[in-house]
């Protein structure tokens, strides 16, 4: 384990490098220049498979793994673990599905499955093919033997002992029925919102801006839906959010504004704007692309009843007492989707 824990913080220089667009820094790095620049033309051609996948958007996300795979942050991750060794299990053959809406969202699986010692047959998503194989590639680098134990899969990944599985919540009806059989974590599909009390401050709320706009909005960790207390002015969040008023001009973004925008026009629904995101008041939890909901409160108390009775659908919740504002873009090694310990459960296989 010392090996691989040496490997991920290595890796970690390797994504905060490549996260800052830093010209390679040399062999101390881990990497020849060949594979670094090989990497940065990937970051660069994401938007090919994807076209939400822009470069500052993979650079946002590596930059957030550099940050998480620090020498503290991983031997913490990892402590709580250390009763659990490997020579008491047997290798397992472990299929993972991996989602591709936002950048790496499926890295941290593949990662898990690495560090609990068992083989993975990883299906990629159509919108990231590249990246975390190239990832892995690197990894191998760093710690020859990886790329044996982690397998990519272009075709059906035949025989395996158990599943992890990231789609909706219509795709978890197929992975159910499926993979039903197996030992296995199904994610679906779950948002996130924030919780203002009236206390925030000017640069809280404009973090909040990267809780609700980093990846246009898709990410389950994205902020779809804004508690505010009665009285709030909704004018200090709208002029918190003008740093992020570039988004309309991305075409498929912007497309998705002005869609729902005529809809709602047509339909005679209230609602608010300022030409790059619409506000409606709302008790739904989701909202469509390029809007965010919103719902007054008195009580906190009410909030947080409404918070546990909904917790199935919330990935997170930003505010006071909760995830920082600005941080929800940045799990830690220990945040798992969905509250699912995903290295528990492999090393329970």
């Known amino acids: 384990m010392k090996a691989r824990k040496a490997a991920l913080v290595q890796l970690g220089r390797v994504l905060t490098a490549m996260g800052e667009a830093a010209p390679w820094p040399g062999h101390g790095l881990g990497t020849t220049e060949q594979e670094y620049m090989t990497l940065d033309a990937l970051v660069r051609g994401a938007v090919r498979h994807n076209g939400w996948a822009t470069a500052d958007n993979v650079r ?19 402590a ?17 599905v991996l989602a591709g809406n936002v950048p790496l969202v499926g890295l941290h ?18 919108q990231e093919p590249d990246l975390i194989p190239a990832l892995v590639h690197l990894l191998d680098g760093l710690l020859p033997g990886t790329a044996d134990q982690i397998r990519f899969a272009q075709g059906p990944m035949g025989e395996v002992d158990a599943v992890i ?52 909005g898709l990410g389950c960790r994205n902020v ?8 709030f002015d909704l004018d200090r969040v709208f002029g918190a959010l003008l740093p992020w ?29 300022n030409g790059f995101v619409l ?36 990935q997170c919740v930003v505010g006071h007492g909760h995830v920082p504002f600005g941080k929800a873009q940045s799990p830690g090694l220990n945040d798992y989707a969905d509250g699912v310990d995903t290295l528990e459960f492999l090393l329970g296989l």
């Open 60 to 78: 946002h996300a590596m930059r957030a793994w550099g940050g998480a795979l620090v020498p503290d942050a991983v031997d913490a991750w990892l």
């Open 80 to 96: 709580s673990y250390a009763d659990r060794p490997e020579a008491d299990r047997s290798p397992r053959t472990v299929g993972l």
């Open 109 to 126: 699986d593949v990662l898990c499955t690495w560090l609990s010692g068992h083989r993975a047959v990883v299906k990629c998503s159509s």
């Open 165 to 216: 599985a990231t789609g909706s919540d219509n795709t978890a009806r197929y992975f159910e029925h499926y993979f039903g059989h197996l030992p296995r974590i199904v994610r679906k599909s779950r948002v996130s919102v924030a919780v203002l009390d009236g206390t925030e401050t000017e640069a809280e709320l404009t973090a909040l801006g990267d809780d609700i706009f980093r990846y246009f």
């Open 224 to 231: 779809a839906k804004l508690y505010l207390p009665t009285g």
């Open 245 to 273: 008023a570039h988004v309309a001009q991305h075409n498929k973004y912007g497309n998705n504004y002005d869609y729902t925008r005529a809809i709602w026009l047509l339909d005679r629904i209230p609602f608010l704007e």
């Open 279 to 314: 506000m409606k008041e709302d008790t739904a939890l989701a909202s469509p692309m390029a809007t965010v909901f919103y719902e007054r409160y008195t009580d906190a108390a009410d909030v947080q009843r409404t918070l546990e009775e909904h917790a199935q659908k919330i």
